[in-house]
């Protein structure tokens, strides 16, 4: 569920594995107006449905819905995918999970453990992100514009705000950079930032996935860092709400990737 929701890979996504693990199933995108997001989702759990992934506005109002959720959904407060079962919802973000092995994937030997990391923004997608990294044992500064929304994601997920205009010097000795606002993004302005402080070793993360190659990226591996692009983060969210629906642990693969691409 989403508003909109057309441009949406998911069913592209879960529709290849549900193909592939020969299961009878089907993955639909439901377009839902925010004032309809409670009565929808109740409906669908009458229906019948397994359960639903949320996206963009319905992530908080999803957390409010569900009956109950697990601690890491406590901490991000929000949740992207819900499962039904005996009459209750409950609610879980996968996207902390999504982002820790798209990292896994693009870097191997890489450890957050110790790690420095600069996170830019503090949206819904930052919370994720920096719950994920501070879990694993990184040390975490957020940037954002507004600099008060990245007080109140440190002071309720951990990890030190920044004032944006510090960014470029934030990259001295870090480990991880990661962008999680909308800049860069397609019909967006493009992210402004220096990277000339940042040591050729650490990674550099984009949750962007269109277009897939964002100036930051194509910046990165120009002077030699490892680039971690969005799809990573969207296929392996979706690898534990899958197993949860339909019972099969799903694989993300090159030909998957392929798949998923050719849908935009
Ligand atoms: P999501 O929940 O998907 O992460 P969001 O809550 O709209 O989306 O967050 C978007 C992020 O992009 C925010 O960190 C936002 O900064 P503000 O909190 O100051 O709004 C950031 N962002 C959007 N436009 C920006 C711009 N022109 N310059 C800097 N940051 C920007």
């Given at each position: 569920m989403g508003f909109p929701v057309a441009h949406s890979l998911s069913p592209r996504l879960h529709n290849f594995w549900l193909d592939r693990y020969g299961i009878d199933g089907a993955y639909v995108p439901l377009p839902v107006a925010p004032e309809h997001f409670s009565s929808a989702l109740r409906s669908l759990a009458q229906l019948g449905f397994a359960g639903v992934n949320v996206t963009v506005p319905h992530k908080e109002a999803a957390f409010a819905a569900a009956d109950e959720t697990d601690d890491l959904a406590k901490r991000i407060g929000a949740i992207n995918m819900l499962t039904f079962k005996d009459g209750r919802i409950f609610g879980r973000n996968t996207d902390a999970f999504g982002f820790r092995e798209s990292l896994r994937e693009a870097a191997?030997?890489?450890?957050?453990?110790?790690a420095k990391a600069v996170v830019l923004g503090a949206g819904g997608a930052a919370r994720a992100v920096v719950a994920a990294l501070i879990d694993e044992g990184a040390a975490v500064t957020v940037a954002n514009r507004t600099r008060s929304r990245a007080e109140a994601l440190t002071a309720s997920i951990g990890g030190m705000a920044a004032d944006w205009d510090n960014r470029a010097r934030l990259l001295?000795?870090?480990d991880l950079l990661v962008n999680t606002t909308?800049?860069?993004?397609?019909?967006k302005d493009a992210?402004?930032?220096?990277?000339?402080?940042?040591?050729?070793s650490a990674l550099v993360a984009d949750?962007?996935?269109?277009?897939?190659?964002t100036k930051l990226l194509v910046e990165a591996r120009r002077r030699g860092n490892t680039a971690v692009d969005g799809l990573g983060m969207l296929l392996h969210q979706a690898r534990p709400a899958f197993a949860a629906w339909f019972g099969r642990e799903p694989e993300v693969t090159a030909e998957l990737r392929r798949h998923v691409l050719a849908g935009r």
């Open positions: 191997p030997s890489w450890s957050a453990k110790g001295a000795g870090a909308v800049l860069g993004m397609e019909g992210l402004d930032l220096d990277l000339g402080a940042l040591p050729k949750i962007v996935y269109v277009p897939l190659e």
